[in-house]
């Protein structure tokens, strides 16, 4: 029996007043938390692969670590990476190579070609053609951009193994060494990520294992030169410097194509072949940095329908030279208008 049922009221009314007020602030953390956590949900729905993008495409979107040491070790490319910015295109309408390549055109039959040049000084363009292409084996520089561009993403070198496979296809253009580094990327899905980011609109990587089918544009070649050998690049200066180097010291088999139009300096290049099965026809490419009468060009040509290997470069060549020829005589009249 309760002696003092007021008192004993009043101490339960204070008790539950209190475990009323305890409960209401149980709920206000779990809200506070909960808002947070569903804050993270949605933050990771905007970034991640739940977006609808592929997680490769958002990966080189994504903005590259801060960079490290601009240094190249030798034979060793650095993960620094530079801001990703697009290729720097021309600025002025491109001069007409048609009347210049006409003599050789002359020769053709069912050939088709197309050549871009730029120079790299004033940045004007010259051009014929804008069919899409083959790449044949050119498409390894691209290959080897794509490497450099998921190691600085990663925040990584090459390995000693990438770097051996690395020297092979741009030196030798090693074949093997090539499927291993495209598979590694993650194939043609890897590849346009990685040219989403060096400004090529116009290229699509090949369909499964097949690299050297990918489809280009002389005009997007003269795009990937220029994240080769510009300032204004997603590669790395060093990265940079790692592809220049081995696009100099190509094996002295594979010196032609653009490399006969140039008359001075250190020609950078990467060359192209493959004979397509179906029509026994060759696709002959030739890619690089050229010197021609003082100025530095940047050329793209590119071919297809050759009766031989042999005729492919000697069309190439003769296209190589005359186009340089009539460029460099195009800028020198600008100059003294």
Request: glycine content about 8%; some cysteine; hydrophobic content about 40%.
């Amino acid at each position: 029996m309760d002696a003092n049922p007021p008192a004993r009221r009043r101490g339960r009314s204070r008790r539950e007043l209190r475990r009323r007020r305890r409960a209401r602030r149980r709920r206000t953390t779990w809200a506070v938390t909960s808002a947070v956590i569903l804050i993270g949900v949605t933050v990771h729905a905007l970034t991640g692969s739940d977006s609808g993008e592929s997680s490769a495409s958002a990966r080189a979107k994504a903005p590259s670590p801060p960079a490290g040491s601009a240094r190249a070790k030798a034979g060793e490319a650095p993960a620094d990476a530079s801001e990703p910015l697009p290729s720097p295109t021309a600025t002025q309408e491109p001069f007409d190579l048609g009347p210049a390549l006409a003599p050789v055109t002359a020769l053709f039959g069912d050939n088709r070609m197309s050549v871009a040049m730029l120079d790299v000084e004033s940045g004007a363009m010259a051009t014929y053609g804008h069919d899409t292409f083959d790449t044949a084996s050119i498409v390894k520089v691209n290959i080897l951009a794509a490497l450099l561009l998921q190691a600085q993403d990663q925040g990584r070198s090459l390995s000693a193994e990438e770097r051996v496979q690395s020297a092979a296809v741009i030196q030798k253009s090693d074949n093997d060494s090539t499927s291993a580094l495209w598979t590694r990327i993650g194939s043609a899905p890897g590849l346009d990520a990685a040219n989403e980011r060096l400004g090529l609109a116009q290229t699509r990587g090949g369909g499964g294992t097949v690299w050297g089918i990918t489809q280009t544009t002389a005009e997007d070649q003269i795009r990937l030169l220029q994240s080769v050998f510009g300032d204004k690049s997603a590669l790395s200066e060093a990265s940079r410097a790692y592809i220049q180097d081995l696009m100099r010291h190509v094996v002295g088999s594979q010196a032609w194509g653009v490399s006969a139009a140039a008359d001075s300096g250190t020609t950078a290049l990467k060359n192209g072949w493959l004979k397509r099965t179906r029509t026994e026809k060759w696709d002959v490419n030739s890619i690089g940095r050229i010197e021609h009468e003082g100025r530095v060009y940047l050329m793209a040509v590119l071919l297809d329908g050759c009766s031989t290997q042999e005729v492919g470069i000697s069309i190439v060549e003769q296209a190589s030279r005359a186009s340089a020829t009539a460029f460099a005589r195009e800028l020198k009249e600008k100059a003294t208008a």
